[in-house]
């Protein structure tokens, strides 16, 4: 409650508000993005607000009535002025959002965040930061949108970024039970059917699976000593320039060689995913099972990302190659030891 009414505080003082989400885009990412401009729109009716989000349009999000109202820009940064406030989702530190961070950080006006992730979080006018929750989209859903009407496209917005970041339910913890509360308001309210609903829009594109094929062809199993064996892959930058794939685009690809092959090979509990970006930098994502590697500590041990526990992002930059950073990577795990993790994600 105290986090609400400072949030419709900073709210109701500002005129310009922008929303937005990082970049390499997902579910939760687009489902908070839609789902906060609902409730504020319905609020705050004489308001601008608008989305806004570094990256580019992705074809299979068509299917939301408000995905058309996202406005994709090259970089979150070039726009930040217009606005008096900046609610960022789904991600707590300001890299996560523009490739300047010194301009969120030099912002003088008001900022909300509201993240689910584990990682320590940038500097925000108002902070709300629950790695218990399965999603950003359940904390809009618990935080602001109470006194919302709860109309379909309210209800699928929220719904996309739970399902998305519990893959269907899959990643759920024992002290997250009361998402299923949640999903049935929001499934009872909006008259949906999950199967229905998710073939409108939980799809692969033919230009997504070419990218997917070649990181499964990549695949290779490691072994480093006083670590689990564990797989990694990489998509090389050679098809990026060649192909025309968009950052976004390799990250949907990433996003699901991950879920449906990179874990899931019998004996190696954990693993990485290299992939390149058109700013001549390099994405690492790793992924782990239960009671495996936390490989959230990796990443902010080395200085070059965070996330959850079980599911962790870094960006190299400055680096020539894929294979640099794998290098990287492969010389901190021969000079650390693992940390563990029991539960969740």
């Known amino acids: 409650m105290d986090f609400r009414n400072s949030f419709y505080n900073i709210i109701s003082k500002s005129d310009k508000i922008v929303i937005t989400s990082h970049h390499s885009l997902d579910d ?34 068509k299917y ?29 530190q300001y890299a996560r959002f ?16 509201i993240d689910h992730h584990k990682s320590p979080p940038d500097k925000f006018t108002l902070l709300y ?23 379909t ?26 998402v299923f509360s949640t999903c049935r308001f929001l499934i009872e309210k909006g008259n949906i059917n ?26 290779t199993y490691k072994s480093i000593s006083k670590w689990p064996d564990f797989v990694f892959s990489q998509f090389p930058r050679s098809y990026l320039e060649s192909n025309h794939f968009t950052d976004d685009e390799i990250s949907e690809a990433a996003h699901l060689f991950m879920i449906h092959y990179l874990v899931k090979i019998q004996g190696f509990d954990w693993g990485l995913v290299i992939t390149p970006k058109s700013d001549n ?16 500590t990796i990443v902010e041990k080395m200085g070059v990302g965070g996330g959850h526990d079980r599911a962790a992002g870094s960006n190299f930059k400055n680096t020539s190659s894929a294979e640099e950073c794998l290098n990287k990577m492969f010389s901190w795990l021969e000079s650390n030891t693992p940390e563990t993790i029991e539960h969740g994600r």
């Not at 629950?130 to 950003?136: I, L, N, Q």
């Open 28 to 61: 939760d990412a687009i489902g908070s993005c839609m789902s906060m401009y609902q409730v504020l729109k319905e609020k705050y009716p004489s308001k601008v607000i608008d989305m806004v989000i570094s990256g580019q349009r992705l074809i299979k999000y």
């Open 98 to 113: 523009t490739k300047l961070p010194e301009v969120i950080s030099e912002y003088q006006k008001s900022t909300i965040c």
């Open 129 to 151: 930061q629950d790695d218990k929750a399965t999603s950003t989209c359940e904390l809009i859903y618990k935080l602001v949108a109470k006194d919302s009407t709860f109309t």
């Open 194 to 219: 999950i199967q229905d609903f998710k073939s409108q829009y939980d799809v692969i594109h033919p230009h997504i699976f070419e990218i997917i094929r070649i990181l499964v062809n990549n695949l």
């Open 153 to 178: 496209d309210l209800c699928e917005s929220i719904l996309l970024g739970i399902l998305g970041d519990t893959d269907t339910f899959n990643f759920i913890k024992s002290n997250q039970l009361d």
């Open 64 to 92: 939301f009535k408000f995905y058309k109202d996202i406005i994709f820009v090259n970089d979150f940064s070039e726009v930040i002025k217009k606005y008096d406030c900046l609610i960022l989702l789904d991600g707590g």
């Open 281 to 296: 930098s390099y994405s690492m994502s790793l992924r782990s099972l239960p009671s495996s590697v936390n490989v959230r």
